[in-house]
């Protein structure tokens, strides 16, 4: 659906917990686990806009830990 997110993954209570996918209007993804709703444990998210690339740990929807940021050449 053009504008919408969309999740395929795991709900617990009403949230995004255990594994998912959420691809995101503006192109952005996120491949990773989820806790009450935010990304939390090993996640890995592209920018759409400016091609950035983290593979990493992530904690209450922040990356936290661990991780490899990769920036777009062009």
């Given at each position: 659906?053009?504008?919408?997110?969309?999740?395929k993954g795991q709900f617990?209570?009403?949230?995004?917990?255990?594994?998912?996918?959420?691809?995101?209007?503006?192109?952005?993804?996120?491949?990773?686990?989820?806790?009450?709703?935010?990304?939390?444990?090993?996640?890995?998210?592209?920018?759409?806009?400016?091609?950035?690339?983290?593979?990493?740990?992530?904690?209450?929807?922040?990356?936290?830990?661990?991780?490899?940021?990769?920036?777009?050449?062009?």
């Amino acid at each position: 659906i053009p504008g919408k997110h969309t999740y395929k993954g795991q709900f617990l209570g009403g949230k995004k917990n255990g594994n998912g996918i959420l691809k995101m209007a503006n192109g952005n993804v996120y491949d990773g686990q989820w806790v009450d709703g935010a990304k939390n444990g090993r996640g890995v998210y592209f920018e759409s806009s400016t091609g950035t690339h983290y593979s990493g740990e992530w904690k209450d929807g922040k990356r936290d830990g661990y991780g490899i940021l990769k920036f777009s050449n062009s």
